[in-house]
């Protein structure tokens, strides 16, 4: 027998074993493929394997690079990440969430920009994967960031890491030699001779794009449209925040369709003129009294300002309108309620001292338009008001719920959003725009908290403003030249900055200019998801005859309703849907409503997803090509 037969027959005596299942041939019968059972862990396979793995290997580029480097990383986390010691999954995800400004400039070019743009798909990537509520769109755009992930970590393997000769962390390196050393204290007290210490140095290490856990990535997608979003199978436990009464401002509870809320007390005040008084060198109060009353205006006569800038009134209605008391009640606490991205109610905490940053729509129609203004909340009044103008015919005192805030700048010059890759970048307005550097806001107009992080990179600066009331004590009378808005902070932040979310309709037209701004992948035509062969109908001869549905001529011989035509000519039996919804549904992808519309008249003659084929399924899980 020559060697080539000899290994083939050995081959086939070996792939025979090894092809042989349990559960292969116990189920075989039932037409089930067992593989469906199999599916994605997110917190092991990605946050635990894929992001940990690209964490650790930056953090060793960051001490080949060398000087002051892992000391400038540390000093903006409370702990000491370059240890990666202690870290539960959710500080994982923190550190994913906020890495961006850290690591900006901490590495030469082009290496800066290439992890950059990494890190940036990893928190889109996992912004995708973590989502409750998934469209069409969303699950296309999600295969693309599956795209251009996989070209990301292969090019940051290629080039970042092949021109880095990377060793093993500090820590690694310690217990290492911990484990030798416990190795030979061992073998000393069994042994009469005690074996020679071998010298423990730093061992080389290099990144493995070689692991299951990587290329299980690829998998999510289609995971996603057999079973659902990843919460209902994720193997992590969800943690709920807890109020600290002592801390928070005790408020009863609100009703649900109120947008906002706020402390009635009135035991913490100030005297207006003894407050301006006080502070008359404060540029932060600059024309306080005249703005304020001008905003107050604006929205008594009903005349506020879509612009961003407070309409001007005429002296003689300012004077009309009269400060009960002079007084501003001061508050700790302002809550917002909104709807999620996926119909939840939810509710943002603010206060001036800690979380005080927030954002409204914009209403920019300039060329490139953001949607959103962003400020940071100096202080929440209330006050009592009496306008005697002939404007208005109810002359009763109205409560008034104000704002008082600190804007921020767009950069404008630096391109962000999501065909580029970077975080929008804002700071404050500088202390020669005073106009536009503070303002007051109505609390219904806020959106949402929004979580800034420093550009740690630019540093701070003392010159945008003066000593002032304005700022937080922390901030030592500084301020950073810039911040950026971090888009990933949960997933509802994430569907406002991605836009075309179910759950904000209310803000569609608002943000409209976010559905421009897409990377080339997402700019392709996509396949709808009945036609990728996993939601259809199975082929004729798999319809259950005892169910006695007979389909000819596009009849139900059960029922006797006419399903409805394909034709674009023929309307008869179906449900007219207004061109605006119509219009709704093909941008922003909601995807088969009207099809949703017609089963509930035809609920006994639509097939069930029992009724799919195995085999369809199983060709439509075949996992694709590497990316």
């Not at 480097?69 to 000491?80: A, D, H, P, V």
């Not at 050393?181 to 990144?207: D, L, M, N």
């Amino acid at each position: 027998m020559t060697t080539n037969a000899f290994l083939s027959k050995e081959h086939a005596k070996l792939s025979s074993s090894l092809d042989v299942n349990a559960f292969s041939e116990k189920l075989s019968r039932f037409s089930f493929n067992f593989f469906r059972l199999f599916i994605p862990d997110f917190m092991h396979e990605f946050k635990l394997g894929v992001w940990k793995a690209i964490l650790t290997h930056l953090i060793q580029i960051i001490y080949k690079v060398g000087d002051d480097c892992i000391q400038e990383f540390n000093k903006w986390f409370s702990n000491n990440v370059s240890d990666l010691t202690k870290l539960a999954v959710r500080d994982f995800k923190d550190i994913l969430q906020c890495i961006m400004p850290v690591m900006e400039g901490l590495l030469p070019e082009p290496f800066n920009g290439m992890v950059l743009n990494l890190l940036f798909e990893l928190a889109t990537w996992h912004a995708f994967g973590k989502l409750r509520m998934h469209t069409e769109t969303g699950l296309f755009h999600f295969d693309n960031s599956m795209t251009r992930l996989g070209n990301d970590i292969r090019k940051f393997a290629d080039e970042c890491c092949s021109a880095f000769r990377t060793y093993d962390l500090p820590r690694e390196t310690a217990a290492r030699a911990r484990r030798q050393g416990s190795k030979i204290a061992r073998g000393s007290t069994t042994s009469a001779i005690v074996p020679k210490p071998v010298p423990v140095g730093c061992k080389q290490h290099t990144f493995n794009l070689a692991t299951y856990k990587l290329h299980a990535l690829g998998d999510y997608i289609q995971t996603i449209r057999l079973f659902g979003t990843t919460d209902n199978y994720s193997t992590q436990v969800d943690r709920h925040a807890r109020v600290k009464e002592g801390v928070e401002e005790p408020l009863p509870k609100c009703l649900p369709e109120a947008h906002y809320q706020i402390s009635q007390s009135r035991k913490d005040y100030c005297n207006v003129p003894a407050f301006l008084s006080t502070h008359k060198n404060d540029l932060a109060l600059k024309d306080f009294l005249p703005r304020l009353k001008g905003h107050i205006l604006g929205r008594l006569l009903g005349n506020e300002a879509t612009d961003g800038e407070e309409r001007e009134f005429m002296q003689i209605q300012h004077s009309a309108l009269v400060i009960i008391k002079n007084r501003l009640y001061q508050h700790k606490v302002l809550r917002v309620n909104y709807t999620t991205y996926d119909l939840r109610r939810d509710q943002d905490s603010l206060n001036p001292h800690t979380h005080a940053d927030i954002m409204v729509l914009s209403h920019e129609t300039e060329d490139n338009p953001h949607p959103y203004w962003y400020a940071r909340i100096i202080a929440i009044f209330h006050l009592d008001v009496w306008f005697n103008g002939p404007e208005l015919d109810n002359h009763s005192v109205k409560h008034i719920d104000i704002l008082w805030v600190r804007w921020f700048a767009r950069n404008k010059n630096f391109k962000s959003g999501w065909a580029v890759r970077h975080l929008p970048r804002i700071g404050f307005y500088p202390q020669d725009d005073l106009a536009n550097a503070f303002g007051f806001i109505d609390p219904n107009d806020v959106v949402r908290a929004v979580h800034l992080i420093s550009a740690y990179h630019f540093g701070c600066t003392k010159d945008l403003l003066p000593p002032s009331i304005a700022r937080r004590k922390p901030d030592n009378d500084e301020d950073w030249e810039w911040y950026y808005v971090n888009m990933f902070v949960d997933r509802n932040m994430f569907m406002r900055f991605r836009g075309g979310a179910v759950g904000h309709k209310t803000t569609h037209e608002a943000t409209r200019c976010l559905l421009d701004d897409r990377d080339k992948l997402d700019r392709r035509p996509f396949t709808l998801e009945r036609e990728h062969g996993i939601m259809e109908d199975a082929s004729d001869e798999l319809m259950d005859e005892n169910e006695g549905h007979n389909f000819v001529d596009g009849t139900d011989q059960d029922s006797g309703d006419e399903t409805r035509s394909e034709s674009e000519d023929s309307t008869s039996g179906d449900h007219i849907i207004p061109d605006t919804l119509a219009d709704e549904m093909e941008e922003y992808g909601y995807g088969d409503l009207e099809q949703l519309i017609d089963e509930e008249d035809n609920v006994g003659g639509t097939d069930s997803d029992d009724d799919v084929d195995d085999n369809e399924i199983e060709d439509a899980l075949l996992p694709d090509s590497p990316r």
